[in-house]
């Protein structure tokens, strides 16, 4: 075993590693780091909707009790006068709809026969309790109710208030139904979030009849939902596909587009009673997370590789430099002094360490013992 | 002579039962279709309104014969569910319109959308685009409503027209504050809506100053955008806003192409802006994002940057060490470094002058010449210290010194390669 190899190859190895577990720990914590950015990321994406969802709810439910409880609406409706309750509504209701993204408006009679559709007062009589659950519900437990649903017209974020005549006794309800489009709108400009909502496509089929026909077609369709709203639809049809889009419960994943990163939160779209009738998708650029937590990367490995420089050179200079290359000198000394050549004086002694220093003063003893 | 006078004079008659029988008969018609909403009701100036009729007919007309000529033509509504000649609303003519519609309530929100048509420079030096867009404003007059049933498609104004109709309604007043100028012919198109709703395109050639930062250089990526002001009216008031469909219709044209640069997406973001007395104005900010082709720059500036790394090195590569110091000539070598940083000035120069983007600031040329000249003062150092004065053998011995000389003869390259390499992936991240 030659010591002037293999001693500084153990160090060296020995600091390499060191060096290396040091830069994979720092990469690892600045990875997690990343990684609870990123969650903190998905868990706002879904406050953010929920509460945004949630305040479009209570907004529809307010608005119905307003309303429901005018004392001229409520009168009319008591009396089952179409045409005047017509009269007494129709104005507020163009006035909502056109400044607030209200776009269904419906009086209903008990057990949920539609009696007036503010939003289209030619359509009325028909009996909804067979695909309106939650309308039924309110019927049934005489109370409000509030949440996602597919009424004819399309999914809408609806209030239903009951309406009682004067005994107290039910005398039917009034629903007011918000635009889904304006939450995800709301979301992108607060928070600068895109996001898109998928209704199941059988249910859309079945159910909104009145839909534009632009909105069931290839194009839209992921798996068996329907991408209803997007904020910007290119690129959620670039981000969800159809393997994605099959969840039950909440899900996130990464993907880039267009060399963008992407975190994409996707969320079962409940309705009142907690039934999946669609998904929510909304998606963060993570591109600059990403671009810092790359560089960090390259600089780290940079550190490293000074550092195992640094460390090998100091390593060589004074395992070689003040052991070896002096021993292997005074070595090659000695052996020509053994073999008679006392021509070959030491260094100077102040050239070798304390431990060198000696065997040198000893070397020089010899040869001019030698000489003599 | 006698006889022809009475002759005469039931012609005329006759010409003159007939033309008022004909306007009696025409100009109810017309009048029947002008239910205009709001304002527009009880205009009385039969000359504007039929006028304004007339306009409408040939909006109508043009709409019908209009293909899909403009860029962002997907955007556009069919042209066959014009409605028929509609006449212009009395609106139009009123002086009430000019103020700001609030029957939608206030904010009043302006929708905007830009399509970059062509694209026909950036020179980033300059910091300064040309390019030719289409600016498209959208908003609600609740005041310019028709409120004829069933009534669909919409009245269009074009060139001239354009400026007359907006003498007369309220429109935004929307600056581009980053544009330096323009060409004079500005293309104007204005569609107004059954429901009130107005839309407003613009075409026009100009030069803008952009932001560039060429902190990522050769991987950098720009915006070239267009910063829409509102003038006049606070956020209170006036609020630029965007939705899909503006995200739909703002891109760049397919076949639009830039020298050197990748085309993407058009951003669009909206923001506030601070003014005096804790007013603020909004402002939309369309991007359209290019990336730099970064191979055209390897040739010129990245291989000499690297090859001039090579020069200070010589000066440790061409000296020997041996038990009693070195062989070298330290004069020569010095010679070679001080050579190396006339070199690598020079090369800065030819550099800087022809790509003035990165002449300034931090970015990977800078940091480049940054670890070149690093290495030709420490070098030079080495030259000084330890070949010609032989600090680290009068320090620590002749073999100390050699082994440090040998270190130094690999570890300066790895190391100022590594470096090197690492500042171009850091750009490139």
């Not at chain 2, 809506?193 to 560039?212: C, N």
């Not at chain 2, 073999?399 to 300066?412: D, G, I, P």
Request: net charge neutral.
């Amino acid at each position: 075993m030659k010591f002037r190899l293999s001693g500084p190859l153990l160090l060296i190895t020995a600091s390499t590693v060191v060096v290396i577990a040091i830069t994979l720990i720092a990469q690892l914590m600045t990875k997690r780091l990343v990684e609870t950015a990123h969650a903190g990321d998905y868990d706002l994406m879904q406050r953010a909707f929920t509460g945004t969802l949630k305040g479009m709810e209570d907004e529809a439910s307010s608005d119905a009790e307003i309303f429901a409880n005018m004392p001229s609406v409520r009168t009319a409706f008591l009396e089952r006068d179409r045409p005047k309750l017509l009269g007494e509504c129709q104005g507020a209701f163009k006035l909502l709809e056109e400044k607030y993204a209200i776009d269904q408006a419906q009086f209903h009679t008990p057990p949920g026969v539609s009696f007036l559709r503010l939003d289209a007062p030619a359509k009325f009589g028909d009996d909804q309790t067979s695909y309106r659950p939650m309308l039924s519900e309110v019927h049934e437990e005489k109370a409000l109710r509030k949440g996602v649903a597919i009424t004819k017209a399309g999914p809408a974020i609806l209030g239903i208030v009951p309406i009682f005549d004067a005994a107290g006794n039910l005398s039917g309800s009034f629903e007011m139904g918000l635009e889904f489009g304006p939450v995800l709108d709301d979301m992108k400009t607060a928070f600068g979030l895109e996001g898109a909502v998928f209704f199941q496509e059988k249910q859309l089929h079945d159910i909104a009849t009145d839909l534009p026909g632009d909105v069931i077609t290839q194009k839209n369709r992921v798996g068996k939902y329907i991408r209803y709203h997007a904020t910007h639809p290119d690129l959620a049809a670039a981000l969800v596909f159809d393997r994605d889009i099959d969840i039950t419960g909440p899900k996130t994943y990464e993907r880039t587009v267009a060399g963008v990163p992407w975190g994409v939160q996707l969320m079962p779209l409940l309705n009142y009673a907690n039934k999946q009738i669609g998904v929510v998708a909304i998606a963060m650029s993570f591109e600059e997370d990403k671009t810092l937590a790359r560089r960090a990367l390259i600089w780290q490995v940079l550190a490293a590789l000074v550092s195992v420089v640094l460390l090998a050179g100091t390593i060589l200079i004074v395992v070689r430099g003040v052991l070896v290359a002096p021993l292997a000198a005074i070595n090659e000394r000695m052996s020509a002094l053994v073999a008679g050549d006392a021509s070959r004086p030491a260094n100077a002694l102040d050239s070798y360490c304390e431990e060198l220093e000696t065997l040198a003063r000893n070397y020089e003893h010899l040869r001019a013992q030698r000489r003599s | 002579m006698t006889r022809r006078r009475p002759h005469a004079r039931a012609v005329l008659l006759a010409l003159l039962a007939t033309l008022c029988g004909l306007a009696l008969v025409l100009f109810p018609l017309r009048l029947r279709g002008a239910e205009t909403s709001g304002a527009a009701e009880g205009a009385p100036a039969a000359k504007q309104a039929s006028a304004a009729g007339r306009k409408g007919e040939k909006a109508a007309k043009r709409v019908q014969d209009a293909g899909a000529d403009d860029a962002g033509a997907d955007a556009e509504p069919p042209a066959e569910a014009v409605a028929p000649a509609e006449p212009a609303p009395a609106a139009g003519a009123e002086a009430g319109l000019t103020t700001l519609p609030l029957g939608k309530g206030l904010p009043v929100n302006v929708n905007v959308a830009v399509f970059f048509l062509d694209l026909k420079s950036f020179d980033d030096t300059k910091s300064e685009f040309e390019c030719t867009t289409d600016v498209r404003l959208r908003w609600v007059d609740p005041r310019l409503r028709l409120t004829t049933k069933n009534l669909r498609g919409y009245r269009e104004f074009r060139g001239k027209e354009v400026e007359d109709q907006l003498a007369k309604m309220w429109s935004p007043s929307i600056d581009v504050t980053n544009r330096l100028e323009a060409a004079p012919y500005v293309g104007r198109r204005l569609r107004i809506f059954p429901d009130g709703q107005v839309e407003s395109l613009t075409r026009v050639t100009a030069r803008y100053k952009t932001r560039v930062s060429a902190e990522t250089f050769p991987f950098d990526r720009q915006r070239l955008a267009l910063e829409l002001i509102v003038r006049d009216d606070t956020t209170d008031e006036v609020l630029l806003r965007f939705d899909k469909d503006d995200v739909g219709f703002s891109r760049a044209a397919r076949d639009a192409k830039l020298d050197g640069w990748t085309i993407g997406l058009v951003d669009l973001r909206s923001e506030a802006i601070p003014g005096w007395n804790g007013d603020r104005y909004s402002q939309t900010t369309a991007a359209l994002i290019v990336d730099r082709v970064w191979v055209t720059s390897l040739a010129p500036i990245f291989i000499p940057l690297l090859a001039s790394l090579i020069i200070p090195l010589l000066s440790i590569w061409m000296n020997k060490a041996t038990e009693h110091g070195f062989e070298g000539d330290t004069l020569s070598l010095a010679n070679m470094s001080i050579g190396g940083l006339f070199s690598v000035i020079a090369l800065s120069f030819a550099i800087y002058s022809s790509y003035g983007v990165i002449a300034n600031g931090d970015n990977t040329v800078t940091r480049l010449f940054g670890v070149n000249y690093a290495m030709l003062a420490i070098t030079l150092a080495i030259v000084v210290v330890c070949f010609r004065y032989n600090v680290i053998a009068r320090l620590f011995g002749p073999y100390v010194q050699r082994e440090a000389f040998y270190f130094m003869s690999w570890a300066l390259p790895v190391i100022s390669l590594a470096t090197s390499i690492a500042f171009l992936l850091v750009a490139a991240a």
